[in-house]
């Protein structure tokens, strides 16, 4: 039978019962790199009106940014930078960067967080939109970097001839970057 807490309020918890939760939990923490590629295989087939599908975009971002010899947590950042385009339609940006958080940079982190007003430089103006939204981060000592990611990336990743690597090459990265957060308010109970 499986273990389960008795508590029926958390203020009545004991050491034993979270002693069971928090076994749990480093198993179903582990699989997150699983859940976090399913996810990402939402984007497939989603187009848009876009030349290229959402998980196509990803692929290419991320293939553009290895190839340009960015870092693992960079370009897992590159390959998740969209993923939130399924539950964040308003926010996008902060739904990416929330899961790749524990295990990236502040820069990488800061990167995907904000991609949202940087790309809109290239297309804001057809919207009637402001372009240069990003100015209101030029202070930030992340905007050159940002401004990158976009310019040499995302904004670049459209088409449809390109060679993207597959899902399959990216999958060994996304797995050692999500091995171990290098900061969460959690990180002590994923310790054994
Ligand atoms: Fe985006
Ligand atoms: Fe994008």
């Known amino acids: 039978m499986v273990e389960r807490a008795k508590f029926r309020e958390m203020k009545d918890g004991t050491k034993e019962d979270w002693a069971i939760i928090g076994a749990e939990y480093r198993e179903f923490a582990k699989d997150l790199p699983d859940r976090v590629l399913d996810h990402l295989k939402l984007l497939d087939g989603d187009f848009g009106g876009f030349p290229v599908c959402r998980l196509e975009h990803s692929l290419q971002t991320a293939t553009r940014a290895h190839r340009d010899g960015r870092d693992e947590q960079y370009v897992v950042m590159a390959l998740l930078h969209d ?65 990158e990611f976009c310019e040499k990336y995302d904004q670049a990743a459209f088409d449809p001839d390109y060679d993207s690597e597959p899902l399959e090459f990216f999958e060994p990265m996304v797995r050692r970057v999500m091995a171990k957060p290098l900061a969460s308010m959690y990180a002590k109970a994923v310790e054994e």
Not at 102 to 127: D, R, S
Request: net charge negative; glycine share 10%; hydrophobic share 35%.
């Open 83 to 147: 993923i939130g385009d399924t539950l964040g339609s308003y926010n996008h940006p902060e739904v990416g960067a929330a899961i790749i958080k524990p295990f990236v940079t502040e820069e990488v982190h800061w990167i995907c967080q904000n991609h949202g007003a940087f790309q809109g430089y290239y297309y804001f103006h057809h919207l009637g939109m402001d372009r240069d939204r990003r100015e209101n981060f030029r202070a930030s000592p992340h905007f050159g970097a940002c401004a």
